[in-house]
């Protein structure tokens, strides 16, 4: 049986406080600034983020008005998938209305799964995820934006942190979705080491190991 993460009774709801306010989930600057810098190519200035924000949007309405008009279209009448084949086509405007749609719930949902695990004591100390799918560059930052909380949170109330090593083991089905997401992931990592604190910069991020095949070869390449 792994090792399980133990943290005081405080730390569990200090950090859905921190992750969903109020019970309303929330994407993390880190998140933020890794979706503006994909879909928009623009950096957000963590000192001055709502008017950092205003002009980035200001500037690319165009580029945001675009993404959801093409997300409706898809979605609600051309009934497309939310995944399949978004990643890999050509179309820019449904390529950043999808990175938007799917950090902006798979993110929380993800990690409001990671937070019961905590809570029940049941999210092991040291991890070995294995993600696979269109959007697995997204569910990697969900982990990794969690994991970042968690050792925020625990910096807080004075206690080391409870993790000892996380892997992630990205598996995507085409080398065109890979780079979509390896950019988005990267990105976040680049936002993280931006406005981590001085004595936080050096903590080491977790190993992800990037791959493209098909569901049974990761399987079976993970497995082994």
Not at 7 to 15: C, E, M, N, Q, R
Not at 98 to 115: C, E
Not at 166 to 182: E, G, K, V
């Amino acid at each position: 049986m792994p090792p399980y993460i133990k943290v005081s009774p405080a730390i569990p709801g200090a950090l859905e406080n921190l992750i969903s306010p109020g019970g309303c989930i929330r994407l993390s600057p880190y998140v933020e600034t890794a979706q503006a810098r994909t879909v928009f190519g623009a950096s957000v200035d963590s000192k001055h983020r709502v008017r950092s924000w205003e002009t980035i949007l200001q500037k690319h309405r165009g580029t945001l008005d675009a993404a959801a008009s093409r997300w409706v279209q898809h979605i609600f009448y051309d009934q497309g998938s939310p995944t399949d084949g978004i990643y890999t086509g050509k179309d820019q405007s449904l390529l950043h209305a999808a990175l938007i749609a799917h950090a902006s719930y798979a993110i929380p949902q993800t990690q409001i799964v990671l937070l019961d695990l905590l809570r029940s004591r049941r999210l092991p100390a040291k991890m070995d995820l294995f993600v696979y799918g269109e959007d697995a560059g997204v569910q990697a930052v969900a982990v990794l934006d969690f994991l970042e909380a968690l050792g925020e949170v625990c910096q807080l109330y004075g206690q080391e942190q409870p993790f000892s090593s996380a892997r992630i083991h990205a598996t995507l089905p085409n080398q065109a979705s890979q780079d979509i997401n390896r950019c988005f992931f990267e990105a976040y990592c680049e936002a993280i080491i931006d406005r981590r604190n001085p004595e936080n910069r050096d903590q080491q991020l977790p190993d992800i190991v990037w791959e493209s095949a098909s569901l049974s070869q990761a399987h079976l390449s993970h497995l082994s």
